[in-house]
């Protein structure tokens, strides 16, 4: 504690470098780790709902998010190339 009142009252943080703007709060690198931490807590929830209230095993509820994921994958893959032909 008196090591922090100490940075603050000698003015030692003026000495610090300011944070890099790809680091900072509103940069685009934290707003894609954040989506990305905001999408592992929805497929928690998901899963703990599968598991919990659907009565599905542990394994089927992997199967599902794989499947979901290869899914995915597929339409965007189909996307980008629909994309890419000009269809």
């Known amino acids: 504690k008196a ?3 100490n940075f603050i009252s000698d003015e030692e ?3 610090i470098e300011p944070v890099s703007s ?4 509103s940069s685009f ?6 989506a990305l931490f905001k999408l592992s807590m929805w497929i928690r929830h998901g899963h703990g709902y599968l598991t919990e209230h659907l ?11 794989g499947l979901a994921t ?9 996307v980008s190339l629909g994309a890419d032909c000009g269809c």
Do not use: D, E, R
């Not at 009565?55 to 998010?65: D, E, K, L, Q, T």
């Open 55 to 65: 009565g599905i095993p542990v394994w089927g509820s992997y199967a599902v998010f």
């Open 22 to 25: 790809w680091f900072g709060p």
């Open 13 to 15: 943080w003026k000495s």
């Open 70 to 78: 290869l899914f995915l994958g597929m339409v965007l893959g189909l």
């Open 29 to 34: 690198l934290m707003s894609s780790m954040s």
């Open 3 to 5: 090591a922090f009142i």
